[in-house]
């Protein structure tokens, strides 16, 4: 069933009493009764004292697991990675293209610029990723995802090395660097899932691997988050 007809039939039979009120005020309120009106209110109040912090509950957790936290981890920690780090909640979604045998990760290049020094460097979001069905042993899923990782990371170095070019410190640049080689992660990710079929065409994920690890390679100069520009001036 979709996910959001669910929450749909979730809301009416929450909200069935409210209507069922509302009915009974609209009635008596012809009849000159304003007794039903005064119950309403405070019925009302009482359903959106529960409903209101629910569902801003409810957003907060499908955001970020916080009842199974697990800090965003740095590429360093990549080889330990496995699905038991996988924290985040998904309340509806079971499949994906009719497979229930999927995962959704969350990545981000994340930067601080200072006076002296440049870092930037690409997080994973344990709590705030999921993979349905914990218990999978799906190798060729794992690495999928954790192939986009490694796409964050190579983003995050390709940046490094454009801001380590630069002959000296000029923030207005640093930002719009960082700012395309996010725009261009975004539309690499966007491509190798759907070249991949999400890890479905084999081919195709093997092809990707090697061109990946390829270009880290290449890069290896740019493993440090870090950029120092006293040192280079």
């Known amino acids: 069933m979709n996910e959001n007809l669910i929450a749909i039939i979730i809301l009416l039979t929450y909200f069935s009493p409210v209507f069922y009120q509302l009915g009974i005020v609209i009635k008596e309120n012809k009849k000159g009764n304003k007794i039903p009106l005064k119950k309403f209110k405070k019925f009302l109040r009482y359903s959106s004292a529960i409903l209101i912090p629910a569902i801003i509950g409810f957003g907060i957790l499908s955001h970020t697991n916080f009842l199974n936290y697990e800090k965003p981890l740095t590429f360093d920690k990549y ?78 170095r390709k940046a490094k090395e454009k801001i380590s070019k630069l002959d000296r410190f000029e923030k207005d640049k640093i930002e719009e660097i960082i700012r395309q080689a996010e725009k261009e992660e975004r539309k690499f990710q966007r491509e190798y899932d759907y070249n991949t079929f999400h890890s479905y065409v084999l081919s195709e994920q093997k092809r990707y691997e090697k061109e990946v690890d390829s270009l880290l390679n290449l890069l290896t100069d740019y493993e440090k988050p870090k950029i120092r520009f006293n040192d280079k001036n």
Request: net charge positive; glycine share 2%.
């Open 79 to 156: 080889d330990q990675i496995t699905f038991e780090n996988f924290r985040g909640l998904e309340f509806f979604k079971k499949s994906l293209y009719g497979n229930e045998r999927f995962a959704y990760v969350v990545t981000s290049i994340e930067s601080d610029i200072d006076k002296n020094f440049v870092m930037v460097q690409s997080l994973f979001y344990p709590s705030r990723s999921f993979v349905y069905k914990k218990n999978t042993n799906s190798k060729e899923l794992l690495t999928h995802e954790k192939y986009h990782i490694k796409i964050t990371e190579l983003f995050a």
